[in-house]
């Protein structure tokens, strides 16, 4: 299905896609993480040379950044991404090559063919200050539907379970806004936040925020 909008540069999007089928798309430590590196070395104009099989470290030059990555989350059959367009084509740039490097990696090692994500990728204009703090709230909750599914029909969950599960959580950038800086911290760039959300290192925060969604907000996966 076509989006019905064009990226606009300067503007934030809620991107995100899953495997086809609803399959699995990370089975093991080393699919996370060879992910998660592609955020980064994916978010730019110099190729990607490697071999598919062998690590993909975070130190590698990647060239002229595509966009902004403000946040992000990895789940089991799929993942969300807060994007800025920085520049023309520069969001679809990155999901390109994101997609293409992660896919070959992954049907090479669980000898597959085809599609491994969904086309087109989704994604949905942030356009009030109000959407993008709801959004980002929800992207970095996401993981506790690992800890507790259900949480969000119950409305409830242990705050203090919750807090330490987020903060043990690699896959995600909520550790990169409220917890220690780590090598991984260099796929986001926090200069591309439209608004202040330091309250909302506090989950009982992020939480309110989540359960009072705007009137435009939306998760639509069709």
């Not at 089975?27 to 998660?36: E, G, I, L, S, V």
């Not at 800890?147 to 969950?157: F, L, R, V």
């Not at 260099?186 to 009072?212: A, R």
Request: some cysteine; overall charge negative; hydrophobic content about 40%.
């Amino acid at each position: 299905m076509e989006r019905k909008f064009q990226f606009e540069v300067g503007e934030c999007y809620h991107i995100f896609n899953r495997g086809v089928e609803k399959r699995i798309i990370f089975h093991d430590d080393k699919d996370w993480t060879r992910f998660q590196n592609l955020l980064y070395l994916a978010n730019g104009d110099k190729p990607l040379v490697f071999k598919l099989l062998q690590g993909l470290p975070l130190e590698q030059e990647r060239g002229g950044m595509y966009a902004s990555i403000i946040a992000y989350v990895l789940m089991p059959n799929h993942f969300h991404i807060i994007g800025r367009e920085d520049k023309n084509s520069g969001l679809s740039r990155l999901m390109g090559k994101l997609s293409t490097a992660y896919s070959m990696y992954f049907n090479v090692k669980y000898a597959r063919s085809g599609p491994l994500l969904c086309r087109p990728f989704r994604a949905l204009h942030i356009d009030t200050d109000d959407y993008f703090r709801w959004v980002l709230s929800y992207v970095h909750l996401n993981p506790l539907d690992l800890m507790h599914p259900g949480w969000k029909e119950e409305g409830k969950i242990d705050f203090d379970q919750a807090v330490k599960f987020l903060q043990s959580f690699a896959y995600s950038s909520y550790p990169d806004y409220f917890l220690a800086k780590r090598l991984a911290t260099k796929i986001i760039n926090k200069d591309g936040l439209p608004v202040e959300i330091s309250d909302l290192e506090n989950v009982e925060k992020m939480l309110e925020e989540f359960q009072t969604p705007p009137e435009n907000s939306s998760l639509a996966w069709d």
